[in-house]
């Protein structure tokens, strides 16, 4: 099997890449959303759900390394005379640290899910969002802000909405501690059968839930 390196704004992490199938299926716990509350350790899960809103409250885009796409780190240098502070960027990977690269716009676009249990906000990156939205953000971004936009994100990101998709997410050590409720996806598909087999998955989840929570009455005959 291939090795391949995923990049992108958050994940900098290399990993084997599977087929959806075995992904979605076969190789991760399938998690309610509600369920995601329980979760107490380090885990990549699958859960389904269906995209309600792109929130409006988190910028929709971040900056990437122009030559290895990983997240960058931004700072300002301070002139004297203050028209003239920079922004400059620092690559987070070793080779190029301490080295002033040049950044791309990547997507980082944060996505309320629900299903029938609750919701949750997670964050899509650049890759899976390209292939949703079919534009890449550089373009979008310099579309954004011509003059006289008043809008809070691109009206192309309302494509994503009512999409019923299955999502692979990172349950982290940042989100234990600081018990944040906004997962990073890694993967998401809208394959029709794996969607079908996790629809199955959910039912007998909550069966299971109704009869363990159910009262049970005991009719005693006289
Ligand atoms: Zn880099």
Redesign the pocket.
């Known amino acids: 099997m291939a090795q391949t390196t995923i990049a992108n704004c958050s994940n900098s992490s290399s990993s084997i890449i599977y087929s959806e199938n075995e992904d979605f299926l076969h190789n991760f716990d399938f998690s309610s959303i509600a369920d995601l509350q329980q979760v107490h350790q380090e885990k990549t899960l699958i859960v389904l759900g269906t995209i309600k809103q792109v929130c409006a409250e988190r910028e929709w885009y971040c900056f990437t390394?122009i030559?290895?796409q990983?997240k960058v780190v931004k700072q300002i240098l301070i002139h004297h005379d203050q028209s003239q502070d920079k922004e400059v960027f620092y690559?987070n990977?070793s080779s190029?640290i301490n080295k002033v690269?040049y950044v791309v716009h990547s997507f980082k676009i944060t996505i309320i899910v629900k299903d029938i249990t609750g919701s949750v906000s997670l964050a899509l990156y650049d890759s899976d969002a390209k292939k949703l939205i079919r534009k890449n953000a550089q373009e979008l971004v310099h579309e954004f802000y011509k003059v006289g936009n008043n809008e809070i994100y691109p009206s192309a990101l309302n494509i994503l909405l009512k999409k019923k998709m299955a999502f692979k997410i990172q349950i982290t050590l940042d989100n234990l501690n600081n018990k944040t409720e906004y997962y990073a996806i890694s993967r998401i598909t809208s394959n029709n059968t794996i969607i079908d087999e996790l629809e199955k998955i959910m039912k007998m989840d909550r069966v299971k839930f109704f009869t363990l929570n159910a009262t049970i009455i005991i009719v005693i005959d006289s």
């Open positions: 390394c030559r290895c990983q690559c990977t190029y690269i």
